[in-house]
């Protein structure tokens, strides 16, 4: 049994940003982990929800991680208890519904795949688009029990 409680959000856009800081905020977790694909993005991200700790007047530290498509950077959330998901793309104008389930399978493929090896005993959330067949396929991709991944739109 861990002796910490980790949260870990994959994907620093504004979903994840957003989530990332409203973790922190609860002070429920002992750090909150935000991990992005573009250099520098989760870092950067995870400084400003830190300075504002003091005048938000909460005390869960944040700390962002670069990933990489090789898998570096994801050992920053093994052992998390908790993982939101919002890895993926935007639907763009002209793009169809299939597009979209082209690419962002691709991508939440990946990160479960990460999840699992690092993180085996999370709770997982689920808030990439199009959301039932993301979740769907994180709970396949993982190996984990249903109960153990859900979707939230």
């Not at 861990?2 to 922190?24: E, F, H, N, Q």
């Not at 989760?42 to 700390?63: H, K, M, N, Y």
Request: charged share 20%.
């Amino acid at each position: 049994m861990p002796t910490t409680l980790k949260a870990a959000v994959i994907g620093a856009g504004s979903i994840g940003s957003t989530s990332a800081m409203r973790l922190a905020q609860f002070d429920l977790f002992d750090e909150v982990v935000l991990t992005d694909i573009v250099e520098g993005r989760a870092e950067g991200l995870a400084l400003d929800i830190s300075q504002s700790r003091p005048i938000e007047g909460f005390q869960t530290p944040v700390r962002g991680v670069t990933t990489g498509a090789d898998g570096a950077g994801y050992d920053s959330i093994a052992g998390a208890g908790v993982v939101v998901v919002t890895a993926g793309v935007t639907r763009k104008p002209g793009m169809s519904r299939s597009d979209l389930i082209e690419v962002n399978a691709g991508i939440v493929r990946e990160v479960a795949g990460r999840i699992a090896v690092q993180a085996p005993d999370a709770v997982v959330i689920v808030v990439s688009n199009p959301l039932d067949e993301m979740t769907a396929l994180t709970q396949a991709a993982t190996g984990f029990p249903p109960h153990r991944v859900m979707g939230q739109a």
